[in-house]
């Protein structure tokens, strides 16, 4: 199952006009879809997952899909009618008190579609994913701007209306020549730095 990509923070970055989203702070969770099994196959970033190696997360997650079927039959039929026969979807797993990755037990979680990649196609593009799934759950579109210092300082000071208290994912082209970036708020990153050491903190902030 195709893993997620690291996303360049503002010192790796490059600059480049592109489409504007809102950063959900949570777990990255992806599901696999295929026309033959359905949905069949779940992982974290990194790893498969299972009842056995992450009973808690595995529950929470599970709980979450199928309370939410009726949207996961609405990305199935989009899958079909773009004759796909494979297809990894990304979502950002959070709730409400989520924080860096960590998660209240037992509180209401949300599967949030982040990205889309369709068998050995890469990553949708940015307006190929607004024109599809626009009328999905996603996060907030913010519009297209330039990726740039200045929007990165406005992120950071919290004057980008409509960005989340993480801050903000940046994308632009398509396929394996998709480019994204992101910046964070200072309060997150200050309240991170609270919680934390220095070194897992700069951990967290670059992750």
């Not at 992982?43 to 009842?51: A, E, H, V």
């Not at 759950?137 to 409509?162: A, H």
């Amino acid at each position: 199952m195709k893993t997620y990509p690291s996303i360049p923070g503002p010192k790796k970055a490059q600059y480049f006009k592109g489409y504007i989203f809102q950063k959900l702070d949570g777990s990255n969770i992806r599901i696999e879809w295929s026309k033959k099994h359905g949905w069949h196959k779940f992982g974290t970033r990194r790893r498969l997952l299972s009842s056995e190696n992450d009973p808690i997360m595995y529950n929470e997650v599970m709980n979450t899909f199928h309370r939410e079927e009726a949207e996961f039959n609405k990305l199935a039929k989009i899958f079909k009618e773009q004759r796909w026969q494979k297809v990894t979807a990304f979502f950002e797993f959070w709730g409400e008190h989520s924080f860096a990755g960590v998660h209240v037990p037992g509180e209401y979680k949300n599967l949030t579609l982040i990205d889309v990649a369709p068998y050995k196609e890469g990553l949708l593009g940015p307006k190929d994913f607004l024109k599809l799934f626009g009328d999905c759950k996603i996060p907030r579109f913010l519009g297209i701007m330039n990726f740039n210092p200045e929007l990165i300082r406005k992120v950071y000071n919290e004057e980008l209306e409509g960005a989340g208290l993480e801050g903000i994912v940046a994308k632009a082209g398509k396929g394996h020549s998709l480019i994204m970036a992101k910046a964070k708020t200072k309060e997150w990153i200050d309240e991170v730095k609270a919680r934390y050491s220095n070194k897992d903190a700069d951990t967290i902030i670059n992750s």
